[in-house]
């Protein structure tokens, strides 16, 4: 049994090791920002910056978790997800149906439980929640 046990502890630190070499995840860098949205208020912009942009723009901040993997493959993933369903660095508003961000931000499915856990700053209380969907719907002159 000790000896099953070593074998396995060899296989997964060597598996570890080998999987920092596969390149998806790596890539940290950032392209500019060519347009960001007119908000109404630096709190919107405060909010959204705090619970959205590091998937949801091109202002990404990268812990030092997301450079070891196989978490730098989540976090690139989500990350490549986000900027293509929605990209306040590449703002236009004819893109963006203010209903459906409204709801993904009110049921709690955005941001990520997940990424809420480890940031903070996207970890929002009701009354957070009800400022950034009105910001956002303030920013897209919508009711």
């Known amino acids: 049994m000790k000896k099953f046990l070593l074998i396995a502890v060899i296989v997964g630190v060597v598996g570890f090791v080998l999987i920092q070499f596969i390149p998806y995840g790596h890539d940290h860098t950032n392209p500019p920002v060519v347009n960001e949205p007119n908000w109404p208020d630096t709190q919107t912009r405060n ?14 901040n990268y812990p030092w978790y ?21 990209n306040f660095s590449e703002w ?19 941001p990520m439980p997940i990424y809420a856990v480890m940031h903070k700053s996207a970890q929002l209380t009701d009354v957070q929640r009800q400022m950034l969907i009105d910001g956002i719907k303030a920013t897209l002159n919508t009711p």
Do not use: F
Not at 92 to 110: F, K, L, R
């Open 47 to 60: 909010l959204v910056a705090g619970a959205c942009y590091d998937c949801h723009s091109n202002e990404t």
């Open 92 to 110: 236009t508003n004819s893109q963006h149906d203010v209903n459906e961000i409204a709801e993904v931000v009110s049921s709690g499915e955005m």
């Open 66 to 86: 997301s450079y070891v993997a196989p978490v730098s493959w989540l976090t690139e993933h989500d990350k490549q997800d986000g900027r293509e369903h929605l």
